[in-house]
Every structure is written in structure tokens, then in C-alpha cells.
């Protein structure tokens, strides 16, 4: 009996988050919005499934990748990335899904990084963040959309870069220095 009413839990919490999750050109409109409008028709497009599963919903046909918002969170937060990034996103999206977080998650990837188990471009790489507290599909639609930039420069330190460490908002500065994650942010001033 015990077994039998967690299958019914877990089938009907499979079945509302299934119900919940946008079509795929829904996901895809939004995903796309953080990337550079030239970019945007030919980036591959990772989204969700109707068991709320991750997959990929649009092949790529240019070097970005576009994640689209998590249907199980009422913000709506998206991303986009050069596709050279992805060993070091799906690493980032397998550790949570393991439940590390924050800096335990960077200093996993970092040292996977330096030891040669996890590959990271040596070149600067761009990742796009759209993040807004809504997105009407129909529209197509952020409400308060907020668009920031990260460039990985692994390695980097203030001294390569002439970059500050110090958090300013409008002026790039430099994240994470001296590490395998080393990267620019660029947060523009909200609203």
C-alpha cells in the first residue's frame, strides 16, 4: 500500500511538471533572447522535456548554445554560450543535480580543470544572461529583462588583464582570478 501511494506521488508530480512545460518553440523563443540578435537563429537550444528532463530541442547551426528558463521557477533566467563552454556548463549542471553549490562547485570544475579530466578553451569564451521575472511565450515578452556578460579567460589575473577584482557595476571586472575560471564580468547598470 506504501509503494502504491508513492508511485501515485511521484506519477502525478511527473505528470503537473509535465503539464507545465512550454512547447518547444515557446522555450526556444525565450532561450534565444540572450544571445546577439544575429546569433539567435542558429544557436542550438538545450530545453526541457515533458518529464522536465534537460535535452537538446534545436540543433545548432552557429558556435552558440542556449539554455532555455527552468519551467519549475517563476523567474525567468536564460543563457547562452559559446559552445566550447559546454563540458564546463554540463559539469556545472551535473554537480547541481548533485546538490553542490556555490564555491564547492566552482572548486570541483577548477581543479577537474587543471588536472586535465575536464576541457577548458584557453581563448576567451562569451556567456549571455537574460534574467527578467517573466516571459509571456505568447508575446514573447521578459518582463524587467536585465542582460549581463561573463568572458572566461582562464588563468587570467588582474596584472594579465589591467582588469580591477573589485564587483562595479557598469565597468568590467575581473572574477575568480588566477583559476581555470577566471572571467570578466560586465553587469550594466539596472533599471
Not at 50 to 59: K, L, M, N, P
Not at 61 to 87: R, S
Not at 138 to 164: E, M
Request: aromatic share 8%; with cysteine.
Amino acid at each position: 500500500m506504501k509503494s502504491t501511494i508513492v508511485f501515485s506521488m511521484v506519477l502525478f508530480a511527473s505528470m503537473a511538471a509535465a503539464a507545465d512545460v512550454p512547447s518547444a518553440q515557446v522555450q526556444i523563443a525565450g532561450a534565444v533572447l540572450a544571445a546577439p540578435v544575429e546569433l539567435r537563429e542558429g544557436a542550438a537550444v538545450l530545453g526541457y522535456d515533458a518529464q522536465g528532463g534537460r535535452v537538446q530541442i534545436r540543433e545548432g547551426k552557429n558556435e552558440l548554445i542556449c539554455l532555455a528558463t527552468d519551467p519549475t521557477k517563476t523567474a525567468f533566467n536564460v543563457a547562452c554560450y559559446h559552445k566550447d563552454l559546454e563540458p564546463f556548463m554540463a559539469r556545472g549542471r551535473e554537480l547541481l543535480a548533485q546538490n553542490v553549490t556555490g564555491a564547492k562547485r566552482n572548486e570541483i570544475r577548477f581543479k577537474e580543470i587543471e588536472d586535465g579530466k575536464l576541457p577548458m578553451p584557453r581563448e576567451p569564451r562569451t556567456l549571455y544572461v537574460l534574467t527578467g521575472t517573466s516571459f509571456d511565450g505568447a508575446s514573447g515578452k521578459v518582463q524587467d529583462p536585465y542582460l549581463r556578460w561573463v568572458i572566461y579567460v582562464p588563468f587570467a589575473t588582474p596584472q594579465s588583464t589591467g582588469l580591477s577584482t573589485k564587483a562595479s557595476e557598469g565597468a568590467p571586472w575581473l572574477m575568480s582570478p588566477g583559476t581555470a575560471g577566471a572571467h570578466i564580468m560586465i553587469n550594466p547598470p539596472k533599471k
